[in-house]
């Protein structure tokens, strides 16, 4: 495949990262391309899980979290869950079948300090050339910033979450 890819990265606190990079998969796949997905601080079948197992196996699925949200230092177990969610993700990053990666909520890992960003942009740095890489959340560091190729910022202007919506299936689930 004559394909070069790029480090792509949808950061800021608007609605719509995960939902972009969800719409980059399905483009890819529609394309032929092998895909993988690592859902960071995620876990259980949300409609787009279900949706995205009808195109297995040119899809692989992978969700590495405890549930619920980290408040404060995060619990032993919740940092190895996130710690091999990396090594599931950098083995896929630099295996040559794949030609689109995408780390959904990394970011956030990140700026957590869960996981080591010098591994992160050096797995980046070494991935093969026709591989590229989607990191999805909030707080991206500045240092992924300026290794990527491509920044999105989704910023929030108005939001119904602030009006006490919860989150709807079909719609945020």
Do not use: C
């Amino acid at each position: 495949m004559n394909f070069k890819g790029f480090v792509q990265v949808y950061t800021g606190d608007g609605k719509g990262k995960t939902t972009a990079a969800l719409g980059l998969i399905l483009r890819a796949l529609g394309a032929g391309f092998k895909v993988a997905l690592v859902q960071f601080l995620k876990k259980g079948v949300y409609s787009e899980i279900k949706a995205l197992e009808r195109f297995r196996p040119q899809i692989e699925i992978y969700q590495f979290h405890q549930g619920g949200f980290i408040k404060g230092e995060p619990r032993p177990e919740v940092k190895e869950v996130l710690q091999r969610g990396w090594l599931k993700a950098q083995e896929l990053i630099l295996n040559r079948a794949f030609q689109l990666v995408v780390l959904d909520e990394i970011n956030l890992v990140l700026h957590l300090d869960l996981i080591p960003l010098k591994e992160v942009l050096e797995t980046l740095a070494q991935r093969p050339s026709h591989v590229e890489v989607v990191l999805t959340g909030r707080n991206a560091p500045e240092a992924l910033l300026e290794a990527a190729d491509l920044v999105t910022e989704m910023r929030k202007v108005k939001h119904y979450y602030d009006r006490g919506v919860k989150a709807r299936v079909g719609i945020e689930k």
